[in-house]
């Protein structure tokens, strides 16, 4: 058994955990993150990517409003790299009432997020294939953020103050001796090595999962719903601002234009399991007629992928609705120390993407108070590896990359033509991960993202996986077939027009030229 | 007015409108686009899995399959002549084999893929127990020979020795400063013996006595015989590894099948396989590459015309007979909408095999989907649901035709072919008692 000596250990891998662990070990705390997949696949990695402008929630929870336009700030400063300025757009559309819209700048005032109503006129000029019906529109501060470039950024920056970043481990045990958490055991997934983690905190970041991770530590009944809604990305930005149906938020109100897909979200239904998000039929039917009300002819373009995603949301009848003392709205904390007599252990749910740096300094916050240290937050501040030059990523950086990097014409390898991964890029990822499948690289470089969802670069990417020491031929060609089948729980749903056609054509290339199910299966299971 | 119009260019296509003309019919090939041709691996297979690894094709068709699949509209004896005349017209310098055995060909996984007919550029690649060594090129993107020999060294030859393979790297650059170049890129290179001599230069010294040599599918585009020079040049046994498309094999096949077409309308006397005396009847043939249809006209039970998009204005064609080649899914003439509805893009033909649950959410899963498409007659005439035939001149052929999973299966090209062939015989043969019967009054 492997042992790690630490002040502070975070699990749960996604924005949350991930912005603890950063701002833990910038407070000079020894700080392991123990995530049991790759970083940002749970709900973090599995939303519409709307970096929110707070404009959102400035009828419905002005508080939640005022620290999205805080939190959009100091995002774009200190994470440049993982957001586009898109700007957005709240929109009236034909079938909408003006109720909303009438109130909607003073809400907009009272809550400090910059609003300007805009021209009908303006409106068109920025987005052309708005619903001609269109009444009203809003302009707002609205982005686009990529939530594994977000994730990956945090936790880089905690790694360069001495963090250590477990992926692929799987809590099985949280110790506490005397009523003080004393060490958390994990499961090495890819080696099936055990892992002891000493520490003295235990931050249970997991999400949905959150129930489970606390019962682990003997604190039950903590009930967390998980909230699910799903996405579904079309082949091409209908619109460059982020689209908001000026209504009392609904599902399918949001239309966000990311890398160079856009993203239509969100419904919202209870799952029983986090780990289960079906994408029903009825909901895909129902993104599609919302994305037709703000864009018409929404239907007739190409769907490349759908994903769900699940909110967490805690139900807690033991904590007291009075101790609202660390809660930010929407966010909450449950302290098992007053909850179960469990000192050094806290569990934090819910929350948004855009407020995670907010979230993960209240709870720190927390912990110090509880440890009885006082060290200054300074996340804000200080910007992520990779965002140093505070540069905000536009659309066409990686065309602009491949250009300038290249003498020739053809002088790096496409390996990725959809999404423009060289060869080069690629390696740079697979490097850098210590063990890695193909869609912890996608995640890290969108590869097979775009319209061939694989069908072209795949098997490349397993060729040159294979190249790499450590991967040989029975894991590089599993690490392929599990590539497709992974792309493919976010294509069935969604599979009409196009991407029928352009799925047969893949179907072609893996079952019949290449005939990829005959090679031998492997002995062991490839994670 | 032409005796058929067909419309595509794939096989299936191409396969009907030669049988025509060479059955002295006039014939209209109409198509969209490049077939499909190029699109696949270059060989003609017949059926490789059911799901069981079938070993004689051309047997197999007939265990194989229900009334629901294309072949069972067939017999092996059917297979074998369609196999015999698909080789015979395309050459022994491109076609090989007699359909009754299965190749078993490594692709560029490492997967050892059945096929009936293969290119003779690649049969050495069958393992026989022999040493293998495969070739990579650092230019070529889509061709991984590492990869490819270590999973070939998880199989077993036919004695069920385990197969022995190595890799070797060469860069040979085929346009000055490229790194990206695609495999018809080198294709085309290869086409000149001084880059085939520059090739055997980079490989000849990494080579081992008795060593079979694996190349990727890109030795020459227009010249068939570059593997055979470039074997005996390194004094090796040589042979391509099929990679994903482009398609060099498939190119190959493809524009000799054109080619062939094309000089048959101009020249029928000129080509072996389209007899003299079809002459005047080939030469009123004509192959319309880039035209789009997008209509017909109908009378009573039959199609009389059907309407192409061309430059300036929709073209018109008439015909006595039509053959619809259009392909599958993959080629847009089946589609299906955002609201789940599967349609046949053309004449909006009925569909067999649609179900509420076409989609199966295992991507290992069968896809029922994919098995969605027309059920025809023994003469190939599309079916109604309640069994007739819904225009007494139209046909079908190819992937068009539901019932059959081709990739799985590797059974696209056998069916291309047969109800190609089926298409125009019986299109000549009813033709044939018209004219009987006409005699008779």
Same mark, same amino acid.
């Given at each position: 058994?492997?042992?790690?000596?630490?002040?502070?250990?975070?699990?749960?891998?996604?924005?949350?955990?991930?912005?603890?662990?950063?701002?833990?070990?910038?407070?000079?705390?020894?700080?392991?993150?123990?995530?049991?997949?790759?970083?940002?696949?749970?709900?973090?990695?599995?939303?519409?990517?709307?970096?929110?402008?707070?404009?959102?929630?400035?009828?419905?929870?002005?508080?939640?409003?005022?620290?999205?336009?805080?939190?959009?700030?100091?995002?774009?400063?200190?994470?440049?790299?993982?957001?586009?300025?898109?700007?957005?757009?709240?929109?009236?559309?034909?079938?909408?009432?003006?109720?909303?819209?009438?109130?909607?700048?003073?809400?907009?005032?009272?809550?400090?997020?910059?609003?300007?109503?805009?021209?009908?006129?303006?409106?068109?000029?920025?987005?052309?294939?708005?619903?001609?019906?269109?009444?009203?529109?809003?302009?707002?501060?609205?982005?686009?953020?990529?939530?594994?470039?977000?994730?990956?950024?945090?936790?880089?920056?905690?790694?360069?103050?001495?963090?250590?970043?477990?992926?692929?481990?799987?809590?099985?045990?949280?110790?506490?001796?005397?009523?003080?958490?004393?060490?958390?055991?994990?499961?090495?997934?890819?080696?099936?090595?055990?892992?002891?983690?000493?520490?003295?905190?235990?931050?249970?970041?997991?999400?949905?999962?959150?129930?489970?991770?606390?019962?682990?530590?003997?604190?039950?009944?903590?009930?967390?719903?998980?909230?699910?809604?799903?996405?579904?990305?079309?082949?091409?930005?209908?619109?460059?601002?982020?689209?908001?149906?000026?209504?009392?938020?609904?599902?399918?109100?949001?239309?966000?234009?990311?890398?160079?897909?856009?993203?239509?979200?969100?419904?919202?239904?209870?799952?029983?399991?986090?780990?289960?998000?079906?994408?029903?039929?009825?909901?895909?039917?129902?993104?599609?007629?919302?994305?037709?009300?703000?864009?018409?002819?929404?239907?007739?373009?190409?769907?490349?992928?759908?994903?769900?995603?699940?909110?967490?949301?805690?139900?807690?009848?033991?904590?007291?609705?009075?101790?609202?003392?660390?809660?930010?709205?929407?966010?909450?904390?449950?302290?098992?120390?007053?909850?179960?007599?469990?000192?050094?252990?806290?569990?934090?749910?819910?929350?948004?993407?855009?407020?995670?740096?907010?979230?993960?300094?209240?709870?720190?916050?927390?912990?110090?108070?509880?440890?009885?240290?006082?060290?200054?937050?300074?996340?804000?501040?200080?910007?992520?590896?990779?965002?140093?030059?505070?540069?905000?990523?536009?659309?066409?950086?990686?065309?602009?990359?491949?250009?300038?990097?290249?003498?020739?014409?053809?002088?790096?390898?496409?390996?990725?033509?959809?999404?423009?991964?060289?060869?080069?890029?690629?390696?740079?990822?697979?490097?850098?991960?210590?063990?890695?499948?193909?869609?912890?690289?996608?995640?890290?470089?969108?590869?097979?993202?775009?319209?061939?969802?694989?069908?072209?670069?795949?098997?490349?990417?397993?060729?040159?996986?294979?190249?790499?020491?450590?991967?040989?031929?029975?894991?590089?060609?599993?690490?392929?077939?599990?590539?497709?089948?992974?792309?493919?729980?976010?294509?069935?749903?969604?599979?009409?027009?196009?991407?029928?056609?352009?799925?047969?054509?893949?179907?072609?290339?893996?079952?019949?030229?290449?005939?990829?199910?005959?090679?031998?299966?492997?002995?062991?299971?490839?994670? | 007015?032409?005796?058929?119009?067909?419309?595509?260019?794939?096989?299936?296509?191409?396969?009907?409108?030669?049988?025509?003309?060479?059955?002295?019919?006039?014939?209209?090939?109409?198509?969209?686009?490049?077939?499909?041709?190029?699109?696949?691996?270059?060989?003609?297979?017949?059926?490789?899995?059911?799901?069981?690894?079938?070993?004689?094709?051309?047997?197999?068709?007939?265990?194989?399959?229900?009334?629901?699949?294309?072949?069972?509209?067939?017999? @092996?004896? #059917?297979?074998?002549?369609?196999? *015999?005349?698909?080789?015979? $017209?395309?050459?022994?310098? /491109? !076609?090989? +084999?007699?359909?009754?055995?299965?190749?078993?060909?490594?692709?560029?996984?490492?997967?050892?893929?059945?096929?009936?007919?293969?290119?003779?550029?690649?049969?050495?690649?069958?393992?026989?127990?022999?040493?293998?060594?495969?070739?990579?090129?650092?230019?070529?993107?889509?061709?991984?020979?590492?990869?490819?020999?270590?999973?070939?060294?998880?199989?077993?030859?036919?004695?069920?020795?385990?197969?022995?393979?190595?890799?070797?790297?060469?860069?040979?650059?085929?346009?000055?400063?490229?790194?990206?170049?695609?495999?018809?890129?080198?294709?085309? @290179?290869? #086409?000149?013996?001084?880059?085939? *001599?520059?090739?055997?230069? $980079?490989?000849?010294?990494? /080579? !081992?006595? +008795?060593?079979?040599?694996?190349?990727?599918?890109?030795?020459?585009?227009?010249?068939?015989?570059?593997?055979?020079?470039?074997?005996?040049?390194?004094?090796?046994?040589?042979?391509?590894?099929?990679?994903?498309?482009?398609?060099?094999?498939?190119?190959?096949?493809?524009?000799?099948?054109?080619?062939?077409?094309?000089?048959?309308?101009?020249?029928?006397?000129?080509?072996?396989?389209?007899?003299?005396?079809?002459?005047?009847?080939?030469?009123?043939?004509?192959?319309?590459?880039?035209?789009?249809?997008?209509?017909?006209?109908?009378?009573?039970?039959?199609?009389?015309?059907?309407?192409?998009?061309?430059?300036?204005?929709?073209?018109?064609?008439?015909?006595?007979?039509?053959?619809?080649?259009?392909?599958?899914?993959?080629?847009?003439?089946?589609?299906?909408?955002?609201?789940?509805?599967?349609?046949?893009?053309?004449?909006?033909?009925?569909?067999?095999?649609?179900?509420?649950?076409?989609?199966?959410?295992?991507?290992?899963?069968?896809?029922?989907?994919?098995?969605?498409?027309?059920?025809?007659?023994?003469?190939?005439?599309?079916?109604?649901?309640?069994?007739?035939?819904?225009?007494?001149?139209?046909?079908?052929?190819?992937?068009?035709?539901?019932?059959?999973?081709?990739?799985?299966?590797?059974?696209?090209?056998?069916?291309?072919?047969?109800?190609?062939?089926?298409?125009?015989?019986?299109?000549?043969?009813?033709?044939?008692?018209?004219?009987?019967?006409?005699?008779?009054?």
């Amino acid at each position: 058994m492997k042992t790690i000596d630490a002040d502070v250990v975070v699990i749960g891998g996604g924005s949350t955990g991930a912005g603890v662990v950063r701002d833990a070990a910038m407070r000079g705390y020894k700080t392991v993150l123990i995530e049991r997949a790759d970083l940002a696949q749970g709900t973090s990695g599995r939303f519409h990517g709307l970096l929110h402008s707070g404009g959102r929630y400035v009828v419905s929870d002005p508080e939640s409003a005022t620290e999205c336009a805080e939190e959009n700030v100091i995002l774009k400063r200190i994470q440049a790299d993982a957001i586009e300025a898109t700007g957005g757009l709240f929109v009236t559309t034909s079938a909408d009432s003006e109720d909303f819209a009438d109130g909607y700048e003073e809400a907009c005032v009272n809550a400090r997020v910059p609003v300007e109503e805009i021209s009908l006129r303006e409106a068109f000029k920025r987005e052309p294939l708005l619903d001609p019906g269109l009444k009203r529109a809003f302009a707002v501060e609205d982005g686009t953020v990529d939530g594994w470039k977000l994730v990956w950024g945090a936790a880089r920056s905690a790694e360069l103050y001495g963090a250590t970043i477990l992926t692929y481990h799987s809590v099985t045990k949280i110790d506490h001796k005397d009523g003080q958490v004393s060490a958390v055991y994990c499961l090495d997934r890819r080696t099936g090595e055990t892992v002891r983690v000493g520490c003295s905190f235990v931050l249970s970041c997991a999400g949905p999962w959150g129930g489970e991770i606390a019962a682990m530590a003997g604190c039950h009944d903590v009930e967390v719903v998980p909230g699910a809604g799903i996405m579904i990305a079309m082949n091409h930005r209908l619109t460059q601002s982020v689209l908001n149906r000026c209504i009392y938020p609904a599902d399918g109100d949001i239309l966000v234009p990311a890398h160079p897909v856009c993203i239509i979200g969100t419904t919202d239904h209870k799952a029983g399991n986090a780990d289960i998000l079906p994408i029903p039929q009825d909901q895909v039917q129902q993104m599609l007629d919302a994305g037709e009300e703000m864009i018409p002819g929404f239907r007739k373009s190409r769907a490349i992928h759908a994903w769900a995603g699940a909110r967490p949301l805690v139900k807690d009848s033991r904590v007291s609705a009075e101790d609202t003392r660390h809660m930010a709205r929407g966010m909450q904390i449950i302290d098992h120390k007053e909850r179960d007599g469990v000192s050094g252990f806290l569990t934090i749910a819910g929350g948004k993407l855009t407020t995670y740096r907010l979230m993960a300094e209240r709870i720190v916050d927390a912990m110090c108070e509880q440890m009885g240290d006082k060290r200054e937050c300074r996340t804000a501040d200080e910007a992520v590896p990779g965002s140093t030059d505070h540069r905000l990523y536009t659309l066409d950086r990686r065309l602009n990359q491949v250009e300038t990097e290249t003498e020739a014409p053809s002088g790096q390898q496409i390996i990725c033509e959809c999404e423009l991964v060289t060869r080069k890029k690629l390696l740079e990822v697979m490097d850098g991960l210590t063990d890695f499948n193909l869609d912890d690289v996608r995640r890290q470089v969108r590869l097979g993202m775009g319209p061939c969802q694989g069908g072209f670069c795949s098997s490349r990417a397993a060729g040159i996986a294979h190249e790499l020491e450590n991967v040989d031929a029975e894991r590089a060609s599993e690490l392929l077939r599990n590539f497709l089948k992974n792309r493919w729980i976010g294509l069935w749903p969604i599979l009409y027009g196009q991407q029928v056609r352009q799925t047969a054509l893949d179907s072609w290339i893996f079952l019949g030229t290449l005939d990829l199910e005959h090679l031998p299966e492997p002995a062991t299971e490839v994670i | 007015m032409r005796d058929v119009v067909v419309i595509g260019a794939g096989l299936a296509g191409l396969t009907a409108a030669t049988r025509l003309m060479q059955q002295g019919k006039s014939v209209a090939l109409v198509s969209k686009g490049i077939g499909g041709i190029q699109l696949g691996q270059g060989t003609i297979d017949f059926l490789g899995y059911t799901p069981d690894l079938i070993h004689d094709p051309i047997e197999g068709i007939n265990q194989t399959v229900d009334d629901s699949h294309p072949y069972f509209h067939f017999s @092996a004896d #059917d297979a074998a002549s369609a196999a *015999e005349w698909i080789r015979d $017209l395309m050459g022994n310098d /491109l !076609l090989v +084999g007699d359909g009754h055995k299965n190749y078993r060909l490594p692709t560029a996984l490492g997967s050892l893929r059945p096929t009936a007919l293969p290119q003779p550029s690649m049969v050495f690649g069958e393992p026989s127990g022999r040493k293998i060594v495969l070739v990579g090129f650092d230019r070529l993107k889509d061709f991984y020979p590492d990869l490819a020999a270590e999973n070939l060294r998880r199989q077993t030859n036919p004695d069920g020795t385990p197969i022995k393979a190595r890799a070797i790297h060469v860069d040979l650059e085929v346009r000055e400063g490229e790194v990206d170049s695609s495999a018809v890129q080198f294709a085309r @290179a290869l #086409d000149s013996p001084d880059v085939q *001599e520059e090739l055997c230069r $980079l490989v000849k010294p990494h /080579l !081992l006595d +008795g060593e079979v040599v694996g190349f990727p599918a890109v030795l020459g585009l227009a010249d068939t015989n570059a593997w055979k020079r470039i074997s005996q040049r390194l004094d090796h046994d040589v042979f391509e590894v099929v990679i994903q498309p482009p398609s060099v094999p498939g190119m190959r096949l493809n524009e000799r099948f054109t080619r062939l077409v094309k000089s048959g309308m101009k020249d029928p006397g000129a080509i072996h396989s389209i007899p003299d005396e079809t002459g005047v009847l080939a030469s009123r043939s004509r192959f319309i590459l880039g035209g789009h249809v997008i209509g017909f006209d109908t009378d009573d039970d039959r199609v009389t015309s059907v309407t192409v998009a061309s430059a300036g204005h929709p073209t018109t064609i008439q015909a006595k007979e039509f053959v619809l080649a259009t392909g599958g899914f993959e080629a847009g003439s089946l589609a299906m909408d955002s609201h789940g509805t599967v349609s046949e893009t053309l004449f909006d033909l009925p569909l067999h095999g649609v179900t509420d649950e076409m989609i199966n959410g295992d991507y290992w899963g069968e896809q029922p989907l994919f098995r969605v498409g027309l059920k025809v007659d023994e003469q190939m005439r599309p079916l109604d649901t309640t069994g007739q035939a819904v225009y007494s001149n139209l046909r079908a052929a190819g992937g068009l035709i539901g019932g059959a999973n081709r990739w799985r299966e590797k059974s696209g090209d056998g069916i291309a072919l047969l109800t190609g062939l089926r298409a125009a015989d019986s299109i000549v043969s009813a033709g044939a008692i018209d004219s009987e019967e006409g005699s008779k009054k």
